[in-house]
């Protein structure tokens, strides 16, 4: 069963605008961690933000903002005031341990598109 | 800070040839480094998991014979593509981690991309 599901392949949004991207999880930790990546077309992987289970606020950076549903275990991330440059893959992604180590666990994506 | 790089960022190949993939933490030092693989429109699957010193720990599915993993510092990792083939070619991405946040976070390389020609 997949651990984190995003369940928008593909998002459009006008410039200047904001946008969710939708993220929910399954896990039965108590303890565990979220974070969006961005990944543009050069490839590289970019943190954006991250959000503790413990964690009773939501997590912002910036235009990103995190909307943390605990008790639906959605995770959603949210840019306001959408620019070109945000035109990109957004990887949602789990911090589980398992065997004793560490591992993240990501979703298939979501490409965002910003139009002009 | 946290910068992880990756060398070569593009490598083209003959069918049958091996590539070495390097991926160091340039301002701290990992406890753990972790080699995922990356197809065309899809997610980022995890390979394996190293320690430094200690044999790598590999994913169901992932030929360890296939993927040689060497982990000799603890800011040095590389990953070995033995026999490459076309199947092989792919984008393969590196991460380095540390304790911060009261867990090990992942850093990731700027990745580089394996055509097996």
């Known amino acids: 069963a997949q651990k984190i599901t995003q369940t928008q392949p593909g998002m459009f949004v006008q410039e200047k605008e904001a946008v969710t991207l939708d993220c929910t999880y399954d896990?039965?930790?108590?303890?565990?961690?979220l974070f969006w990546y961005k990944q543009p077309s050069s490839g590289e992987m970019i943190f954006l933000i991250y959000?503790?289970?413990?964690?009773?606020q939501n997590a912002t950076e910036g235009r990103y903002s995190l909307n943390f549903q605990k008790a639906r275990k959605s995770a959603n991330l949210v840019i306001s005031a959408s620019q070109l440059g945000d035109s990109a893959m957004y990887f949602c992604?789990?911090?589980?341990?398992?065997?004793?180590?560490?591992?993240?666990?990501f979703g298939k994506g979501t490409k965002l598109t910003v139009n002009p | 800070g946290a910068v992880v790089s990756q060398h070569p960022s593009r490598v083209i190949c003959k069918s049958g040839t091996s590539v070495k993939i390097e991926c160091r933490s340039l301002?701290?030092?990992?406890?753990?480094m972790f080699w995922y693989r990356q197809f065309p429109k899809q997610s980022l699957m995890l390979m394996a998991t190293?320690?430094?010193?200690?044999?790598?720990?590999?994913e169901q599915g992932v030929e360890k014979d296939k993927f040689l993993i060497n982990h000799a510092s603890l800011t040095l990792s590389t990953l070995t593509v033995t026999s490459a083939h076309p199947e092989d070619s792919s984008f393969y991405i590196c991460?380095?981690?540390?304790?911060?946040?009261?867990?090990?976070?992942?850093?990731f390389g700027p990745g580089t991309r394996l055509t097996v020609l």
């Open positions: 991460s380095a981690s540390f304790l911060r946040r009261g867990f090990n976070e992942q850093f």
């Open positions: 896990t039965s930790d108590q303890s565990y961690g």
């Open positions: 959000q503790g289970s413990y964690d009773e």
């Open positions: 992604a789990m911090r589980e341990e398992q065997g004793g180590s560490e591992k993240l666990v």
């Open positions: 301002d701290f030092q990992a406890t753990t």
């Open positions: 190293s320690n430094e010193g200690s044999k790598a720990t590999y």
